[in-house]
């Protein structure tokens, strides 16, 4: 069995920054993609970003300039760096990994979701 644990939320002012992590444990072979949704109160999951083999990486433009992401294939780690919060910004962060097992099977596991809070 695989798991996900997310840490980092938390309140912040607008303007301010939050760097959320995630680490993968369990029965993992390999790790091809990381990456973060979220999901703000009667709103559909919307993408953020993801990143394969530390290399290419990809972004929502709503946050394309002010968030980073990043990992550490070491620890199984995805980082968000956010930066310039805005209250729209508001939602449950979830991360979520594509990753295969020893039997070379591939599934995608989520996260339990962080949350994060922007005041204005």
């Known amino acids: 069995q695989v798991q996900l644990v997310e840490s980092g939320g938390g309140l912040v002012q607008a303007g301010g920054s939050l760097r959320l992590s995630c680490a993968a444990s369990?029965?993992?072979?390999?790790?091809?993609?990381m990456g973060w949704y979220r999901q703000a109160p009667g709103k559909r999951r919307e993408f953020i970003a993801d990143i394969v083999s530390s290399e290419r990486t990809n972004y929502a433009d709503s946050v394309k300039g002010r968030f980073t992401i990043s990992r550490d294939n070491a620890k199984n780690a995805v980082y968000l760096q956010m930066n310039s919060l805005k209250p729209e910004d508001t939602a449950v962060y979830y991360c979520?990994?594509?990753?295969?097992?020893?039997?070379?099977?591939?599934?995608?596991?989520w996260g339990q979701g962080t949350q994060v809070t922007v005041s204005s």
């Open positions: 979520y990994a594509r990753i295969q097992d020893y039997e070379r099977l591939w599934y995608q596991y």
């Open positions: 369990g029965s993992i072979f390999s790790i091809n993609t």
